[in-house]
Every structure is written in structure tokens, then in C-alpha cells.
């Protein structure tokens, strides 16, 4: 190779080694193949090269076809196997992203006999680069030589990586032109696993287009004609995000399921008024009464449901070690529960049908005695086809107490926000399946965003004044990436409890039913805008959707804030009460993995139209899936169709006949494994009742700042190892928190005697 390749010249032999892309994939593939395989959903328990490109089990905690980046050989050019790893940062919030929803990485370059650059020519050294797919701009990683390599971080959607040979450093920052980039030969490269997301090819648009209503018809029954001659309501189409389109093959789906909403003509309806605090002391009694209620958004009247008249529900606020009473008064059409999400209560109390209570049936009463041990923040909902039920407006807070006065530290005031989502269509709500969910593939996301029940969330706070945000999601799918540009954030608590040490977070992500204790400071007078902001994803256009929701606004006044707590909230605090019980366990944290758990899903008579799109987009995954791109598809899938599953690695054993038996005292390592090689992988928030546990590690990445959880995101194609402490005896469910995917069979139940 000649030592004087130019830019253009670079860039050539860029696209000229893409003809050597089959051999340079074939020997890393080869070369760098562990001995797990894809097949049997295992993580080494050892350090792993990048393996398989669709799919082997590379690095621990990581499946290598979503998170391993082979760097392929310009022709000529011989070289050991040689590929990048992307790596998940550490992130209070088991994912890290950017604030505008961008996913970060953290590169790691492997590479093995590489000759020595003069061997090419005038060269002295290998130098790395990261560009974006239209190479507009090359960002300088460093210098390369064998072996293990810390590159940086790429927060880029689709990304390239190249290595190239180059002259001395002094050459290189005096050449002409001023912007970086390869000067010389570019010797090895590699495409970002995102770069497959590729709208389908001109076959599949064909077959999206031609008349699929008979196949349609055939799988699902004619849902509309039949629900239309019975003198029903028929399915209506469900609205598409702005800016996209559906292959008119889908339009023509509908789920087997009856269409079901509210109806404000059945009987009168009060409407509903805004949460109320209700402070209860031990031994207090609450009558919580769910019932319908008419609540206006926008102009539209809509039909949902309530506690006590209020959508959110009361928001209770008890001291810790309190027991109180609640006498749930069933006055909806459904069978209900209450469950106490998150609280450490007496089993036959915690509000699972079929387990610890028969459901309540309408016009029914029963009463939950809880005790609250642990300070923090909760929330109560049903557990009975939550889909519909915790949808429509049955959930509420819990704040628990704690004797410290300085918990969580200093703040000028607090607010306890539940966010949440609506589906809403031309006209109102859209309709739920009454027999079975829909929306099982992907989960009901919601097309208008809400804080505490409002589209439009507003607060009026004086400059300088630092905020408590107690962050509760009790949407049915949506993981949130919230923001708040111009404000300063540190992550403060979780689920059930401190944080061992604050953080300062460019934004918060949120899973459904995980809860996070935010700080905020407002330094300057204006308004500030409350942001959900993230990437979704185009599947018939293959490429990235940048999606930007105003959930509310902070208004800051001239008015500076008393006290002042500006030089408390600058620092950093550490929670030595927080650290102290941790450091309990920390003799266990490496011990080896007790129990595996395999997260993998199945279908079955999917339209050809639907198994095709999806098999298109199955080989790549995102590791959240942040919005629902896909309505009609997503729409016509039931727990039918898609048998989402939680499979035990020892014993194969699924569901609900997994058997797990612990004993109170006992302290457990579990390996939870989100399998990418199904037709539609997903993030999973994964929910133990009863217990609490702490998160040691995801996608292979120690955890350094720990926090009791009861509930964690599990990003697509990673492990977690979590230790869980068994406190609590009884009959425990264990379930993801996307409630389509509960309906689908997504549970088991483990027994602490």
C-alpha cells in the first residue's frame, strides 16, 4: 500500500474493503467463537470475545450480535480477528443514554497480530476513528497496538469504526485542511450492529401492498364483520405516530378479541377531581373505592376509572414501621385487586389473584392490612388485568416516611409525579380487548403523555430553589427518558430507599412501576420545560425517529429561594446509613449464581405480512424500545398469538411451573438473562413482590453505586445479576411489569417458607 493515501483516497479503500466483508466475517466469527452457542442462551462466567454476529453469547452479560462490532480487513491487509466491543456505561438506571434519548456506549477495541505499520509503508502507527455512516466527520479515538483497547464513548444512532495507518503524530496535526481524519490507508473497519436496521427491500413492500385480507381473515376471524353484525363496536384503526406510514397489509388486521371501553351513556358517571393528600397514622383506616369517573383532557371527555373519585388515586403518606387498613370497595364492572408495589407486607395481603386473594367482584369489599418497614416511595394498583384496569386510572402513591429527618437530604420543596400514558383515537379512548389484551408483541403504548393524570404539568417554583421529585411510572409499557434542560439533576433514591451515593444525571430513565427520587435545581429565572425525549425507531423506513414530548413546564421566578441551598446541593452526598446496611452483603456479591433466568417469548399463527416485518427487524435490536412505531401490528398481536416467558435455565421448566423454594434468611445470586434470539426482542422491567434485592451488575458492568430495588429495566440481549434478600415468607410472584407481557404468561411465583 502506497504511505501517501489521501482522504479520497482513504475513503476508497474504505469501500474497497467491503468486497473482503464475507472472508473478514467468516474468520471473526471463527476465530473468536467462545463455546457457548446461541442455542442455549447461557453467559460464560468468564471474560469472552465477540462471537457470532446474529446472535452467539459473547461478552458476559452481553449477546455479541447486538453489542459486538467485527472489524473487517482491507483486501491484502492480513491481520488476527479483530472486532469492537460496545460496552453499556454504568448508569444509576440499568441503561444509559444520552438526554435527547441517543444510547451510549462504551467502545472497546480487541484486536491480534497486527504487522507492524511500516510493513505497509511510510507508516509509524495504527490510529482509531469514529464516524458517522456519511462519513461526514471523523472524531480521533487514539493510537492502536494489540490486544485490549479503551476507545471512549459513542452516543452515535449508526456509527462506523476505522482503523487506520498513519504517519507521525507531528504529520498529522500540521496537515492541510484542518479536520480530522484518516490520512492514510484505512486498514480495518466496522459497522455499528444498528447499521442493519434497513427498511425492507422492494419484495416485502409488495407483499405489504397486495391484498392480504383474506389471509387476515383467516388467522384472526373477521373480527369487524362479525362484531358488526352482532350490533358491537368494531375495531377502529389505531393512530400512527406523525411522520410515519403502515403497509396497507396491516391496516386490514384486528385482534380476535372483542373491542371494550367505557361508555358515559351506561349510567352517570361524577368526574373526576385531582389527587388529594391523605396522611394516615398507625392503625387508620382507609375506605378506597374504585369506581368510573369522567375526566376532561383536552377538551375531550374521556371514561376511566378511580380511587376515591381521583385520578391518580389519594396519595397516602405514612411513617415508617406504621400498619394502617384499607377496605377496597369494588364499584367497577371488573373484578379487581389492590397490590402494595414494592411494600414489604404480610403475604395473604399482597393483592394477587390466584395466589394470595380471589379477585373482588364487582360490588365486592375486601380489606388489605399493610405494614410499611422500609422509608421510600410506592404505589398501589391492580393485579387484575392491568391492562385495562391500572390503564384507565386505578394506581396511586404511596410515600413512606422515614425517622430522619435529612433522609434524602436538603430540598425547598417536594412533588410526587406519576407519569403515565393514554392511547387516545379520533374518538376518545382506544378500545381494550375484552376477553383477552392486545397489544401483546410490544405493549399498548400511548400516544398523549401525563403527569399526575394532566397533559400539562406546571409548577411554579423561586430561582435558586432546589426540588424533590418523587418519579413513580405507571404506564402499561412506556420507559421514559425525562429531562430538564437547563436544570441541574442528581439521582438521589429508588425504589425502596437511598442510593448509596448521588449522582448527577443528564436525564432520568424510568421503567415502568420503578420509582426514582430526583433532585432538581433551578439557577435561573424563565421557564424550563419537563422533556421526554428519545429515539424511536421507523421499521418501514428503517432508520431512527427522534421523538420529543412536553410532559409540563417549570416556571422560575425573579424570587430568590430561602433557605439557600445552593452549596449543599453542589455536593455529592453519601448515605452512610445506606452504605452501612449494604455492607452486609458485600461478602456475597461474587459469590457464584444460585439460579438463571431465561427471558425469551414464542408465537404462533402470526399473519405472513406481520412474521415477515418482524423477521426483517430481528436482526437487530434496540436495547430499549422506547416507543410504539408499529400500532396495527402491535394492535392485532393477544396472548394468542405471543407467549412472552420466563424459563429456568437449570430445569427448563417456564412460568408458572418454575419451582422455586427459598428459606426466610436466605440471600440469593440470580442471573436474569434477556434472550435476543426471539422474533421481537424487548427491554423487560422485571418485578419481585415481597422482597428486595440489589443489582450487582448489567450487561457484565459491576454496578459501583447500589440502591434496594424491587424493580429493574433489563435492556434487550444482557444479563443482570441481582442479589436478593428472602425477608418475607409466603407465595411471591415474579413477572414483568409490561402488563401485556403479564397477560401473555410472563410470571412465575416463588415460595419463601
Known amino acids: 500500500m502506497s504511505g501517501r493515501a489521501s482522504g479520497p483516497a482513504a475513503l476508497l479503500l474504505l469501500l474497497a474493503a467491503s468486497a473482503a466483508s464475507v472472508a473478514g466475517c467468516t474468520q471473526s466469527r471463527v476465530a473468536a467463537s467462545p463455546s457457548s452457542s446461541a442455542a442455549d442462551g447461557r453467559v ?40 469492537v466491543e460496545l460496552r453499556l456505561p454504568a448508569s444509576p438506571f440499568g441503561i444509559a443514554v444520552t438526554s435527547s434519548g441517543h444510547q451510549r456506549y462504551d467502545l472497546t477495541l480487541i484486536t491480534e497480530s497486527l504487522p507492524e505499520p511500516q510493513s505497509l509503508g511510510a507508516f509509524t502507527r495504527y490510529a482509531a476513528w469514529l464516524a458517522p455512516m456519511t462519513l461526514a466527520e471523523f472524531l480521533p479515538l487514539g493510537d492502536v497496538v494489540d490486544g485490549e483497547l479503551q476507545l471512549g464513548e459513542s452516543s452515535l444512532n449508526q456509527f462506523l469504526v476505522l482503523i487506520s495507518a498513519e504517519g507521525p503524530h507531528e504529520e498529522a496535526e500540521h496537515a492541510p485542511g484542518g479536520r480530522p481524519g484518516p490520512r492514510g490507508p ?6 455499528s450492529p444498528s447499521a442493519r436496521l434497513r427498511r425492507p427491500d422492494l419484495l416485502d413492500f409488495l407483499l405489504g401492498a397486495s391484498d392480504q385480507e383474506a389471509q387476515a381473515r383467516h388467522v384472526h376471524g373477521d373480527a369487524r364483520a362479525d362484531t358488526a353484525a352482532a350490533g358491537g363496536e368494531t375495531w377502529p384503526t389505531p393512530p400512527m405516530p406523525p411522520g410515519l406510514t403502515m403497509l396497507p397489509a396491516l391496516m386490514q388486521l384486528s385482534p380476535k378479541a372483542t373491542p371494550y371501553r367505557l361508555r358515559s351513556s351506561d349510567y352517570p358517571i361524577p368526574p373526576a377531581r385531582p389527587r388529594q393528600l391523605v396522611r394516615l397514622a398507625d392503625g387508620d383506616t382507609l375506605r378506597l373505592e374504585a369506581a368510573p369517573l369522567t375526566k376532561k383532557i383536552r377538551g375531550r371527555e374521556l371514561v376511566m376509572l378511580g380511587f376515591n373519585g381521583q385520578i391518580p388515586g389519594p396519595l397516602i403518606e405514612v411513617d415508617r ?15 379487581a385487586t389492590v397490590h402494595w408495589h414494592g411494600v414489604r407486607l404480610e403475604n395473604r395481603y399482597d393483592g394477587v389473584p390466584g395466589v394470595t386473594q380471589d ?16 422509608a421510600g416511595i410506592y404505589w398501589y394498583h391492580p393485579h387484575h388485568r392491568e391492562d385495562v384496569l391500572q390503564d384507565l386510572g386505578l394506581y396511586g402513591n404511596m410515600l413512606v416516611r422515614s425517622e430522619r429527618a435529612e433522609y434524602y437530604g436538603p430540598a425547598n420543596r417536594e412533588e410526587v409525579l406519576m407519569l403515565d400514558d393514554l392511547l387516545i383515537g379520533g374518538d376518545g379512548l382506544f378500545p381494550y380487548g375484552r376477553e383477552e389484551a392486545t397489544h401483546s408483541l410490544m ?30 411510572n405507571a404506564s402499561n409499557t412506556r420507559t421514559f427518558n425525562l429531562s430538564v434542560p437547563g436544570a441541574a439533576l442528581k439521582v438521589v433514591g429508588s425504589d425502596v430507599g437511598n442510593f448509596e451515593h448521588e449522582e448527577w444525571v443528564e436525564s432520568v430513565v424510568i421503567a415502568p412501576a420503578e420509582r426514582y427520587v430526583v433532585h432538581a435545581r433551578f439557577d435561573d429565572p424563565g421557564s424550563y420545560s419537563v422533556l ?25 421566578r425573579m424570587t430568590r429561594a430561602e433557605p439557600d441551598l445552593s452549596d449543599v446541593f453542589r455536593e455529592l452526598r453519601t448515605d452512610s446509613a445506606a452504605v452501612r446496611e449494604i455492607d452486609r452483603y458485600r461478602h456475597l456479591m461474587d459469590r457464584p449464581v444460585d439460579h438463571e433466568l431465561l427471558l425469551t417469548m414464542e408465537t404462533r399463527d402470526l399473519p405472513f405480512v406481520v412474521q415477515r416485518l418482524i423477521q426483517l427487524d430481528s436482526v437487530w435490536f434496540p436495547p430499549v424500545e422506547w416507543s410504539g412505531t408499529m400500532p396495527m401490528m402491535n394492535l392485532a398481536s393477544t396472548p394468542s398469538q405471543v407467549a412472552w416467558t420466563l424459563r429456568d435455565a437449570a430445569t427448563g421448566l417456564e412460568n408458572l411451573d418454575i ?13 436474569i438473562t434477556n434472550r435476543r434470539d426471539v422474533l421481537h426482542g424487548m427491554q423487560h422491567p422485571i418485578h419481585l413482590h415481597g422482597q428486595r434485592f440489589l443489582v450487582l451488575s448489567v ?8 440502591v434496594w430495588k424491587d424493580t429493574m429495566l433489563l435492556p434487550v440481549g444482557t444479563s443482570a445479576d441481582i442479589l436478593l434478600e428472602l425477608s418475607n415468607p409466603g407465595q411471591w410472584m415474579l413477572h414483568c411489569h409490561i402488563a401485556e407481557h403479564l397477560e401473555s404468561g410472563m410470571k412465575t411465583v416463588f415460595t419463601v417458607h
Do not use: M
Open 44 to 83: 460464560p462466567d468468564g471474560p469472552a470475545p465477540c462471537a457470532d454476529l446474529f446472535g452467539g453469547s459473547g461478552p458476559v452479560g452481553r449477546t455479541s450480535g447486538l453489542y459486538c462490532l467485527p472489524l473487517l480487513a482491507a483486501p491484502g491487509f492480513e491481520a488476527g480477528p479483530a472486532f
Open 186 to 191: 484505512v486498514v480495518l473497519r466496522g459497522q
Open 321 to 335: 414501621q406504621a400498619t394502617v387498613i384499607v377496605n377496597l370497595v369494588n364499584h367497577t364492572r371488573w373484578p
Open 359 to 374: 379477585p373482588v367482584p364487582p360490588g365486592g369489599s375486601f380489606i388489605y392490612k399493610i405494614h410499611f418497614p422500609d
Open 443 to 472: 405493549g399498548r403504548f400511548g400516544n398523549l403523555l401525563l403527569i399526575n393524570g394532566e397533559p400539562e404539568y406546571s409548577l411554579r417554583v423561586d430561582r435558586g430553589e432546589v426540588v424533590r421529585f418523587f418519579f413513580t
Open 532 to 556: 421526554n425525549r428519545v429515539q424511536g425507531i421507523d421499521h418501514i423506513g428503517g432508520r431512527f425517529l427522534a421523538q420529543t414530548d412536553t410532559l409540563g413546564t417549570v416556571e422560575v
Open 659 to 671: 419451582d422455586w423454594q427459598f428459606e426466610v434468611g436466605d440471600v440469593v445470586k440470580i442471573r
Open 699 to 706: 450487561g457484565g458492568v459491576p454496578n459501583e453505586n447500589l
